[in-house]
């Protein structure tokens, strides 16, 4: 798949609103295979990736699996893994700085890493749109070595302690992000849902300048970072999470996508931010329907606007609401093209 990120940020910019769900969980029930089965097995994910694709055509692009586990398992944390959810970290790597400064950042050998490369390296081979590999982010994959509660303490009480631990979680991120780049991914979805319960002042020194670190080394127009956060403190979070220079940026549903929209240059893309446990999982497909033509309605007016879920569909979403997500949007799109005539 030829990539150029001006030529796909002009295509979103274009006259119609492009759809791009954060999807791969939810190819558990068309596959009809365990979450624990998929996420140990990289050539199960590509075909995962695939039948999504094939059965929604109007994806913007194919997104890996957002397994935000991976990274922490590969430095030695505890996964608990589930038939039906998304796995969790379980207890906490690091206690003190001392021990932060003895931990050695690992190679992709370890925990699952390679079995994510094998997949992208698979469905690039037949991909027909840009795919985009999941990963976390080092204030995020800091959280889960250190424990949440415990690195938001650290960076007020002792920030040398988390900025040790983020500094080794960037370097291997700058590692891993690499050896997807090799295998052919046209980017990343860089996942960074943590740095959402920082403080505006915090953003930028223990998020932003560490992903501006892995942008600078590893980005370019063949190659784009996507950030995603999903905390509430996003919306005020805009001027900091900006100085990640990422090529484009995804919200949750716990911000207004216009509050964030307005603070944004037009020629960046925007995406977000349909509720994907309210309106993919408990609701209805009238309830689909409604809420994402108040979000059309609502961001009309920004070209860099790219309808998406809030953050990653779980595996137990409804695929009638996943396919009404779709179905509104072209409704939409074809309703504006004839009007325009």
Not at 198 to 210: A, N, T
Request: aromatic share 8%; glycine share 4%.
């Amino acid at each position: 798949m030829n990539y150029s990120y001006h030529k796909w940020k002009e295509e979103i910019c274009g006259k119609e609103t492009k759809g791009l769900a954060i999807l791969s969980f939810p190819a558990v029930q068309l596959l009809d295979v365990r979450v624990k089965e998929l996420l140990n097995d990289g050539h199960l994910q590509a075909e995962a990736m695939q039948k999504i694709v094939q059965r929604l055509p109007q994806q913007l692009a194919i997104v890996s699996m957002m397994d935000l586990s991976v990274e922490a398992e590969a430095f030695g944390c505890e996964v608990q893994f589930s038939d039906h959810e998304v796995p969790a970290v379980t207890g906490q790597l690091v206690h003190s700085l001392e021990e932060a400064q003895k931990m050695s950042v690992p190679d992709l050998t370890a925990g699952r890493c390679q079995r994510y490369i094998q997949a992208i390296r698979e469905v690039m081979k037949q991909a027909d749109r840009a795919v985009f590999a999941g990963v976390i982010g080092p204030f995020s994959l800091a959280g889960r070595l250190m424990d949440v509660s415990e690195i938001m303490v650290e960076c007020m009480m002792n920030p040398e302690y988390a900025t040790v631990v983020l500094e080794k979680a960037t370097a291997f991120l700058k590692t891993y992000v690499r050896a997807y780049k090799d295998a052919g991914a046209n980017g990343v979805l860089m996942a960074e849902p943590l740095a959402g319960l920082l403080p505006p002042s915090m953003v930028e020194q223990f998020s932003s300048c560490y992903i501006k670190e892995i942008c600078e080394k590893l980005q370019d127009d063949d190659f784009s970072i996507l950030y995603h956060n999903c905390g509430p403190s996003a919306a005020q979070s805009v001027e900091e999470i900006l100085k990640t220079t990422c090529h484009a940026y995804h919200f949750g549903n716990a911000v207004s996508m216009k509050d964030v929209l307005q603070q944004i240059p037009a020629d960046i893309p925007v995406m977000g931010n349909i509720d994907p446990v309210a309106c993919f999982c408990n609701g209805t497909s009238e309830d689909m329907q409604k809420a994402v033509a108040f979000l059309l309605e609502e961001c009309r007016q920004y070209p860099n606007f790219v309808l998406s879920s809030g953050c990653d569909i779980p595996p137990t979403a409804k695929w009638e609401n996943i396919d009404q997500f779709f179905m509104s949007l072209d409704d939409d799109n074809q309703r504006r093209n004839e009007h325009v005539l």
